[in-house]
């Protein structure tokens, strides 16, 4: 019998088969969950839906998350269909391409408020709409990186977006508690997506990971499902509010050049 047996997820962010969403939604299928998910936009669906049934969803629903009226949509549908969810995954995030390059003193005005809507508010709405759906408690996860603590090059805006994401995660877990509903997320290392390939030079950023890492290796979509698998189960009970990094210990060094290279330095 699979951990999840009996159990329904809602999963936001799948985009195609290489989004970490989609590395959670498998683990969490193996282990015998029913899975409900939502796009962004409508030329994600062609994408989105075979990937759903493959897995035997049910429900698989459009919904930008900027939009109120749009998720009170999904959420109604949500809850004609399944009653009740026990899990909610968020792995959405966005900013201008514009402003994941050149100096963040250059970020503009509308570009922050929209990095910060989608990428941390909309955690804060999902929330509160999956909250009276979660009557027998629950738990929320979101996705985050190291770049809301350290400055990461080109990162910008999406580092103080993250920033804010994972204080939303201590407030919603403060707030939710009481009702046995637990809110986490798990700072993945990078991992060549859609939504990275929007952060200027993220290849190099890849080939540095690997290699200044101490396990010496990039994290997969797999690692992180996995590691989502214990957040979400009751493995975790007594876990909430907290950052979880899956990034082969990258966040523990301080010095991180390859060691290797260091003899080469001047
Ligand atoms: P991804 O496959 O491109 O997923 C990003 C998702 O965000 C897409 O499904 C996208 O859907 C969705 N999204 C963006 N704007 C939206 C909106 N307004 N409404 C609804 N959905 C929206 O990339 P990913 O790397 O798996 O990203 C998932 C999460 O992991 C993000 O929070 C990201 O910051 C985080 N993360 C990624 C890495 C990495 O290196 N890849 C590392 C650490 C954390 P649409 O395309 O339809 O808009």
Known sequence: MGLFEGKTALIFGVANDRS?????????????????????????EKRVRPLAESVGAKLVEECDVGDDAAIERLFKKVQETYGTIDVLVHSIAFADRRDLQG????TSRDGFKMALDISAFSLVALTRAAEPLMTNGGSILTLTY????????????MGVAKAALESCVRYLASDLGSKGIRVNAISAGPIK????????????ILTYSEQASPLRTLVT??????????LLSDWSRGVTGEIVYVDAGWNIMGLTVP????????
Not at 146 to 157: C, D, H, I, R, T
Request: aromatic fraction near 12%; proline fraction near 4%; charge should be negative.
């Open 20 to 44: 970490i969403a989609w590395g959670i939604a498998q683990a969490l299928h193996r282990e015998g969950c029913e899975l409900a998910f939502s796009y962004g936009a409508p030329p994600l």
């Open 103 to 106: 100096r963040f003193v250059d």
């Open 146 to 157: 190291y770049g809301s603590v350290k400055v990461a090059p080109q990162y910008n805006v």
């Open 193 to 204: 997506t859609l939504a990275a390939a929007g952060v200027a030079g993220f290849k190099k």
């Open 221 to 230: 979509i797999e690692d992180v499902g996995n590691t989502a698998l214990w």
């Open 259 to 266: 060691l290797e290279h260091l003899d080469e330095m001047k």
